[in-house]
């Protein structure tokens, strides 16, 4: 079985700004780590990999140079092999030439059978680009999964979908791409074993001159059909007020400031 996992780094901070020109996030001056739900899907992928012989794990992330770094770090959960899809042209992609630039990657590494992804970005949290991969490759695809069993020979999964009102259950042919979330597993602590093993795997480097079959028109700030027009800083205000007297005229006096403020 040959799984690939989609990561992406994310700043660290919550204190994040933007690049006047374009409105993309400036990356420059914050460390980066692998999104949190990304941890769970990798942490997924090595379970499998424990339960089952013959399983490869591939991790794969588009971004500049810098995300080498964070590949890196993927590598020491256990993983094979990993791809950097880093091109000065692909800077500004919104999700939507992402998702078709990593669908054009994964086709590239070749056959797989399953494909891990975090539900959403912890920057963005749009939780487009898993679903827009799936479209892209056109396989079948479940989201916000928090448990998946193995059926009929490791033909098809049968999946838990969280919902607004409980969860569902889906039964999804290989090859397919799956969406994690938090409820799945609680990811480890990389092995000291496991991270020396990672400092020996070399972090395969892609561009667009190696993606030839990619749209150009397709990719970039100018390829995408989204843009940023504005931004602006959520600023929190404070309304304290005290209320004073017996239970009953404390009750009765918060009741009207709720009631004049539309909250019942």
Known sequence: MKIIVCIKQVPETNNIDFNP?????????????????DLNAI?????????F????ISVISMGPPSFEKTLKEALTYGLDSAYL?????FAGS?????AYILAESIKAIGDFDLILCGKHAIDGETGQVGSEI???????????VKKIEFHENKKIIKVESDTENGYRVLEVKLPALITVNKEINVPRIPSFKDARKALKIPIIKWDLGKLKNIDKTKIGLTGSPTKVVNIE??????DTKFIS??????????YQILKDKHVV
Request: no cysteine.
């Open 94 to 98: 919104d999700t939507f030439s992402t």
């Open 21 to 37: 020109s374009d409105l993309t996030i400036n990356r420059s001056h914050v460390n980066g780590i692998i999104n949190p739900f």
């Open 245 to 254: 007297g017996t239970p009953n005229e404390i009750v009765n006096e918060l």
């Open 134 to 144: 799936a479209e892209n490759l056109k396989i079948p695809q479940a989201t916000n």
């Open 233 to 238: 800083k959520f600023q929190k205000k404070k």
């Open 43 to 51: 942490e997924e992928a090595v379970r499998i990999k424990e339960k």
């Open 85 to 89: 899809i880093s091109d000065k042209l």
């Open 53 to 56: 012989d013959d399983v490869t």
